[in-house]
Nanobody, 121 residues
Framework: VQLQASGGGLVQAGGSLRLSCAAS????????VSWFRQAPGKEREFVSG????????FHANSVKGRFVISRDNDKNTVYLQMNSLKPEDTAVYYC???????????????WGQGTQVTVSS
């Protein structure tokens, strides 16, 4: 499975962005997919995750109520809708695929290349 993250950019605080994680390869629908982010000088942290069928989603407390994760298995794509963005959301965002949604980045099999999100105050 190869993952391609896109949709990042520069946005003012309070604005919105939608990230996409497009997958190629077989059996994408059998993978859980999560978004992580990494700000300069900080460790990579879990943001949101979605299980295979899309029925179960998980969010870090810092983004709960602001971010929504969804997937379209027909299009082999997972989305992260980010609303009410804050300067502290600034980071490189990565998508990752694995067996289950896990906040530990080491438990994922595949990673996308990352997309930069910058939120200005």
């Amino acid at each position: 499975v190869q993952l391609q993250a896109s949709g990042g950019g520069l946005v003012q605080a309070g604005g919105s962005l939608r990230l996409s994680c497009a997958a190629s390869g077989r059996a994408f629908s059998s993978y859980a997919v999560s978004w992580f982010r990494q700000a300069p000088g900080k460790e990579r942290e879990f943001v949101s995750g979605i299980m295979w069928g899309g029925g179960n989603t998980f969010h870090a407390n810092s983004v709960k109520g602001r971010f929504v994760i969804s997937r379209d298995n027909d299009k082999n794509t997972v989305y992260l809708q980010m609303n009410s963005l804050k300067p502290e959301d600034t980071a490189v965002y990565y998508c990752a695929a694995g067996t289950i949604v896990d906040p530990a980045p080491g438990d994922y099999d595949y990673w996308g290349q990352g997309t930069q999100v910058t939120v200005s105050s």
